[in-house]
């Protein structure tokens, strides 16, 4: 053991001091002030005294229309991010774990969605998505197939999905890397011995790969669910939340409640809502999770 | 198995996979050409979209750089990023050493509490760190969004660079204390150099989010000149421009320098980014 000399303690204390303090001010504190201020009323004046309004804010949060609609939307990204997008990461996991050739080639195509600052993806998908000219409307025109042409992202109704599907483009990538590590964790001696049982492809992956994923799984349910919560740059990019609020997200209804309509305190009452549904997920389902297939 | 009927069975792995690589490169594709194309070859029929540009407009890219500014805005990420970077890895560097090699009661909590910051939704901080900013006067300046950003790096970093450390063997800190090796030595000669892997890691991942990030750049940033390469990107979209080609020039080049690093780091970022979203 470490004899413990004075010039260990002194360091000791040097080396944690300016991080503790970084993190604890500019990360910590604002989050403190946050749910206190999800109690008070302020137009973000600094002269302007914050004013006392109790559980006010959350009441009107509570009974916003919009609230309930930028929930509604996060729960469209889950139901994208788990019917669609789980599988999709969990097949392309399977594509780059396989033998088949230009396997660098292919994983590198997927992954490539994943590191792309979302400002530029977004900015990109929407002149795809543009509704005369744009890229999918016109394949959709070329295929014959004019009843699939649509106002993507100005369409209130379609918005709010068009978003998570893109979304899921960026990434699918990310989540295939997460299975894949669960996947290449799995000896190749049980598939070699439900080969000599007269196993296939498809009984294979059934009864031998998805039933030893369960850890991997759940990691991918934590992502996704506080991954949704936390969406932000592709709606402000994209829509900014439009048309009229339709493709609206808990994050960028703070966003606009705090800087466009100053309404500081009930902005900070959102971002109490969703601190609170991430961190209760998180533990929730790390309560279920104690492995660390991915600390390497 | 024969050979043939190996090739015929992994067929439909081979059409899955390549249209995902058609749905994902394609968009890439359509914007390195449009970036080279006028508004015609963009919009005069439905499926121009589609098609080849003609000739490569390389006007459009110098308007990029002129008109958007954007050498200025990668100049003020690279900087930004790189030293939020430089500074998140020394400082987390620092408590991994203390909390991973020198055993005091206090650092498991000391883990925790820097665990917390990962769970932490950024939003939930953007009000009061808004009015924190303000009151110091740190709008527009490289030192608050270095500062700022080291902060929101620092977790991650931490927990990545503390697991790499607590594998290193104890008995190379004890024999280089017997040797009369100081804490400081012990830190920067010794363990430094073996957690290397874990620094890369955490530097690429820490200049990934850095460059990537638009919402420190949207609240903190009014100055043109301050610009980085996000925020050029949307005000350049946002402003009333009559030539799209340029606009497609901007993207390309704001995703030129992460697709540089990812072809550099291919099983580094891939890795980093996956166990930092686990950790996280």
Known sequence: MIKRRWNFHLVAILFVLPALLLYTILLINPVIQSVRMSFFSWNGIAQSPLVYVGLENFKELIQNGEFW?????????LVVGFL??????FILSLIITSKIKAIKFFKTAFFIPVILPVTAISIMWTFILWPTGGVINSIMQTLGMQGLIQDWLGDPHIVSITIPLINMWIAAGLNMIVFSAGIVS??????EAAEIDGATGFKKIWKITIPL??????IYCVLCVTGCLKVFDIVYVMTSGGPNGASDVPATLLYYSAFKYQKYGFASSIGTVILVLGLVVSLLINKFVNNDDLNK | MNKKLAKLKSLPVYILASIWAVITLYPILFTIFSSFKNNDEIFSSSTSALMLPTSLRFENYVDAFTKANMLK????SVVISG??????LLLASMVSFVIARLSYKINNIILIYFTLGVMIPIHTTLVP??????SLHGQNSYVMMVILYTAFNLPIAILLITGHMKGITKSMDESAIIDGCGPIRLYGNIIMPLTMPALS?????????????????????????????????LTFVGSKVTEYGPIFASIIISIIPMVIIYLMFQEKVEGGLAAGAVKG
Not at chain 2, 83 to 88: Q, W
């Open chain 2, 73 to 76: 805005c990668l100049f003020n």
């Open chain 1, 69 to 77: 609609r930028a929930l509604a939307n996060v729960g469209k990204f």
């Open chain 1, 84 to 89: 669609l997008q789980m599988p999709l990461s």
């Open chain 2, 83 to 88: 030293f939020s970077t430089l500074l998140v």
């Open chain 1, 213 to 218: 994923l369960k850890e991997t799984i759940k």
């Open chain 2, 201 to 233: 890691t955490a530097g690429i991942l820490t200049f990934l989010f850095v460059y990537n990030d638009l919402l420190f750049g949207v609240l903190f940033i009014s100055k043109k000149s301050m610009y980085t390469i996000t925020l050029g990107i």
């Open chain 2, 129 to 134: 760190l808004l009015k924190i900013v303000n």
């Open chain 1, 186 to 191: 799995i000896p190749e001696e049980l598939y």
